[in-house]
């Protein structure tokens, strides 16, 4: 065992890829000569060259079309881009050209490309620079989105991500780079579409991922010493997402808190919530609820912003809610 950091697991993972594949190419802003705007990348141009690590100008719009260029032409390109507010401005060619183009081409055209792209608040970015848009993503018929929770989950999920011949979003929350963990030399396979137990329990179900997990762990920590026994499903993947290992959890624990960093409005608990009530009703023994953000941009203020973010007192009160 190993002290593994977020950040540098992910650069471990894209340099075991480029090793074992020289179609693997990595492009975006500052992501070569400074090593990307959170460190991940440091030291790829160095062992991979120009021609496979390289520097764009300031145009995401045409950074996503290139890279989808990539994907149809033989190549497997890693795009970042520096925050997700800006994935705005790559809709088009993820969304109407590499979404589409299997299904365009009769399934004879691969688009395997993983746009790799931060969320999520608690640095005082501001409403341009902190949100969560996966639920977007999600949405779009063709595109795969994951959100790893730590160092181990981003290693594998990001191999898992560039080997799959169809485009994924891979969503890194800013607030796990620095975090780290022990973890084995060899880490372990990850497959897209499967979901984790993080803590067992027998009470309630709260089924959460990315950087929200660590508040879902603080929460079950102080609902134990209520004598509460809440059981945490990882997602990992939200685009496909693991309907039966969550349906399997409110099975044995008949109660069911979504918690998720995003606005809570049209969001991916709002998805599950719908189909657990759909396919889960019988195990049912209280409301399904949901916990989010509020509908309103994110504040600069640090007080503002932790009074924005889903707290673990706010999953606390969420689950009081279902058990009575």
Not at 77 to 106: C, H, S
Not at 140 to 164: E, F, H, M, N, T
């Amino acid at each position: 065992m190993a002290e593994l950091r977020y950040q540098k697991a992910i650069g471990r993972a894209l340099e075991d890829a480029m090793t074992a594949d020289p179609t693997v190419i990595l492009f975006g802003e500052d992501v070569a000569e400074a090593g990307g705007s959170f460190g991940a990348t440091k030291g790829l141009r160095e062992k991979f060259g120009a021609a496979r690590v390289f520097d764009t100008p300031i145009s995401e719009a045409a950074l996503a079309g290139a890279a989808v260029g990539a994907a149809v032409s033989g190549l497997k390109p890693v795009l970042e881009i520096m925050f997700m507010d800006f994935t705005t401005l790559v809709m088009d060619a993820l969304v109407n050209q590499a979404a589409k183009a299997r299904f365009m081409f009769g399934g004879r055209c691969a688009v395997p490309l993983v746009l790799r792209t931060p969320h999520g608040g608690g640095l005082g970015a501001g409403p341009q620079h902190s949100q969560c848009l996966e639920a977007w993503f999600a949405h779009v018929p063709g595109l795969k989105v994951v959100c790893p929770s730590d160092p181990v989950s981003a290693y594998g999920l990001l191999r898992a991500a560039i080997d799959d011949p169809n485009p994924v979003i891979f969503v890194e929350n800013k607030s796990l780079y620095a975090s780290k963990i022990d973890a084995p030399d060899e880490l372990p396979a990850f497959e897209v579409g499967k979901a984790r137990i993080a803590r067992p329990g027998a009470d309630v179900t709260i089924v959460t991922y990315g950087g929200a997990l660590r508040t879902a762990l603080a929460a079950a920590d102080a609902l134990a010493g209520e004598g509460v026994e809440a059981e945490i499903v990882d997602l990992l993947s939200l685009q496909p997402w693991d309907e039966a290992t969550v349906l399997a959890s409110l099975s044995r624990t008949h109660r069911l808190v979504v918690m998720h960093e995003a606005v809570e409005a049209f969001g991916v608990g709002a998805e599950i919530a719908a189909r657990m009530a759909d396919i889960g009703f019988d195990e049912l023994d209280g409301p399904i609820v949901r916990v989010g953000a509020p509908f309103m941009p994110i504040p600069f203020s640090k007080p503002l912003e932790r009074a924005y973010m889903p707290s673990v007192e706010n999953l606390v009160a969420a689950v009081r809610r279902t058990l009575a």
